[in-house]
């Protein structure tokens, strides 16, 4: 009967996790963007306002063809966020299979074709902006060529890649799934609508392009077509062959085709108020050991967790923010003690709180928040895996069912200034909650349902990419 009270204590002690992987990925790419930095550290671009129609006719003037930087070092400070999700791709190379469990556990079959049209979207808006009247940073000419720079340079890529490393699709229907062709394509689309009016109007463009594309790259690990870290190296190799692609077509063409705009002098991204958004990505470790003198049957593994936040600032260091936080923690038995096949287990949270936020140094930024607020969990079963232990021919099994609950978390991160508008980084993050649940089985000896309580734990690290808007 000892399958009746096996996961009643399963999140009352975790198992330690090395984290000597976890800590060797962090130091590279902290390495990487502690580099030369990508801000130049007195200059601001004055967007001229998408409701200013003055501002929108005084910036169809272009400037004159120019030899001066025909060629810069146009990669140079731009490769951080590309070369970072493309290590995160590598870091994730070894979950991807658990996060595939993940999805199967709790959507398996899910299938809708948001992603085969999604992908071009950004694209898209551009043109449908410059059709209305909005002008971006080029004439449509010159955007359109550095767009075509780009799509070849992201396509060659991308297909030299799938037919050299022939990685299988999760769903098993071909062998070219490594990388992602439709994030890539994405990412290629969101970063042109970011060079045309995120840089030159407003980095509401660029969060709303990039937001689109990581829907376009989630909705492919949702319809089973692709792992996470192809979906995170075809992120990346998008962003970095647009780059490169207004690179070459910045030393063909000079300054040809490109909209005047008048720069000022402002340390505003230091100063002002930090409203923020966004999207971070971990491993959760369990806190201690499954295992107990009433149960050593079971431990539990690492887990993954995804999130995403915001925060909205009544000063330069503090606001009010809130979290939408998705857990999963694999669990496992000793065969020689417990012949059974138990369920991941997922959580789900949404909380708010105080936020806060300061600059460390020219680059660096330092937040930290503290939220509480609502959690709530998937049932969990395990499936007995013995021969003898069948009830009209269905194993033996143990539901837990757990209710919502109050919880608390608080976190802490780093990240490093990408322009005025963007930071990547690291953070940690803790969690905690004490929810009651029941337990049933199908045991033969029909003995009552069980409610009990247990301390739910975890603290997780990761890494996160974060848009400003000041």
């Known amino acids: 009967m000892k399958y009746y009270y096996v996961l ?27 580099g030369p930095s990508a801000i130049a550290k007195n200059e601001k671009k004055d967007y001229p306002s998408v409701f200013n129609w003055g501002a929108v006719a005084q910036s169809r003037d272009t400037l004159s063809y120019s030899t001066n930087d025909c060629c810069p070092q146009f990669l140079n400070n731009k490769i951080v966020i590309p070369v970072s999700l493309m290590a995160m791709g590598g870091y994730m190379w070894s979950q991807r299979t658990q996060i595939r469990d993940l999805r199967d556990t709790y959507l398996n079959g899910y299938s809708f074709p948001l992603d085969d049209y999604m992908q071009y979207a950004p694209g898209v808006l551009v043109y449908g902006l410059n059709a209305v009247g909005i002008k971006g940073r080029h004439t449509v000419t010159r955007a359109s060529l550095s767009l075509g720079m780009s799509l070849a340079i992201m396509g060659a890529t991308v297909n030299i890649l799938k037919y050299s490393v022939a990685e299988p699709r999760p769903d098993g229907s071909s062998n070219n799934a490594f990388p992602s062709g439709h994030t890539a394509m994405a990412f290629t689309m969101a970063t042109f609508l970011h060079k045309e009016y995120g840089e030159y109007r407003s980095p509401i463009y660029s969060m709303l392009g990039f937001a689109m594309a990581g829907v376009t790259g989630i909705y492919r690990v949702l ?18 062959s ?3 692609g207004y690179g070459l077509t910045q030393c063909m063409m000079g300054d040809k085709g490109t909209r005047s705009i008048e720069n000022r002098k402002t340390t505003r991204y230091r100063t002002d108020k930090p409203h923020f958004s966004r999207i971070y990505i971990g491993r959760t470790l369990p806190l201690g050991d499954l295992s107990d003198v009433n149960s050593p049957e079971l431990h539990a593994s690492h887990g993954v967790e995804f999130g995403m936040k915001a925060g909205y600032f009544i000063s330069p260091h503090w606001g009010i923010g809130g979290e939408i936080n998705a857990t999963s923690f694999w669990t496992h038995t000793r065969k020689d003690l417990l012949n059974a096949s138990p369920e991941m287990m997922g959580s789900a949270s949404g909380m708010i709180g105080p936020v806060y936020s300061c600059m460390m140094g020219d680059y660096w930024r330092v937040d930290a928040d503290l939220f509480g607020g609502y959690w709530m969990a998937a049932k969990s079963k395990i499936t007995s895996l013995n021969p003898d232990e069948i009830v009209d021919g269905v194993p033996l099994t143990v539901t837990w069912t757990p209710r919502s609950s109050f919880a608390l978390s608080s976190s802490a991160s780093i990240h490093r200034m990408i322009g005025s508008n963007f930071g990547i980084g690291a953070y940690a993050r803790y969690a905690i909650a004490q929810p009651d649940f029941t337990m049933e089985s199908n045991f033969p000896s029909k003995e009552p349902n069980e409610l009990s309580d247990f301390d739910w734990q975890q603290w997780s690290i990761g890494l996160s990419l974060t848009g400003y808007l000041w």
């Open 8 to 34: 009643s204590i399963t999140y009352r002690k975790m198992n330690q996790i090395s984290l000597r992987d976890v800590l060797v990925v962090a130091v590279l790419i902290l390495s990487v963007i502690s």
């Open 223 to 240: 319809n089973n077509k692709h792992w996470v870290s192809d979906v995170m190296f075809g992120a990346g190799i998008g962003i970095l």
């Open 242 to 244: 647009t780059e490169a």
